[in-house]
C-alpha cells in the first residue's frame, strides 16, 4: 500500500492546518485513533481525522473551525464511549474533536473512564511536520479495551521495530 493510498494529499493538507492553527493558538492537542496508528507505523488507510484536547481549549478551537462544524460541541454517547465533542467537515473530510476530560470507554458492558494526560502526548515527525501524538502503548490499551483485536496486533508489532 502506497503512502497515499494511507493517508491522501488531501487529508495531509488538513493535518497540517489544524497543526498549525493549534500551534499558532497554543493549544495542547494530540492525534489519536487511526492517525496516531499511522504516525507510529501501521498501515490502515485513514478514515478520518480524530483530536483530542484540554477542555480550556476546546471552545476556542470550535470557535475558529466554526465555518467547518457539523455536529456542535456537545456530549455524545455510542455503544462504545461518552464523551464532549464536536465535529467537522473540511473538504469533505470528516474531522472529530473531543476534549480529554470525562471521556468514558465501554469495555466489556461497563462504562470506563478513560483517563488522558496531554502532557504524555509523543511530538513526533510526520509528513515533514511535528505532530503531537497519543503514545503507542496509550492506544494499544485504549484499542485492547475496546476489543479491537486487529488493530492492538498490527500495533503490538510496532512495539518490536
Known sequence: MTESEIVSSAKLEIIKQLVNLLTEHKVPYQ???GLAGNIHGS???LRDIDLEMPRAHIELVAYLLRQHV???LRFYQDEEFQMIMFNLKIDDIEVDINQIEA???CHKGQWVPLTVDI???QLMPFHGMKVSVQ???ELIAYKT???RTNDVDDLTKLLNL
Open 119 to 121: 502532557k504524555r502526548a
Open 145 to 147: 479495551m475496546l476489543g
Open 103 to 105: 471521556q468514558q470507554i
Open 70 to 72: 457539523v455536529s456542535p
Open 43 to 45: 498501515k490502515w488507510p
Open 135 to 137: 503514545p503507542l502503548e
Open 31 to 33: 492525534f489519536t485513533g
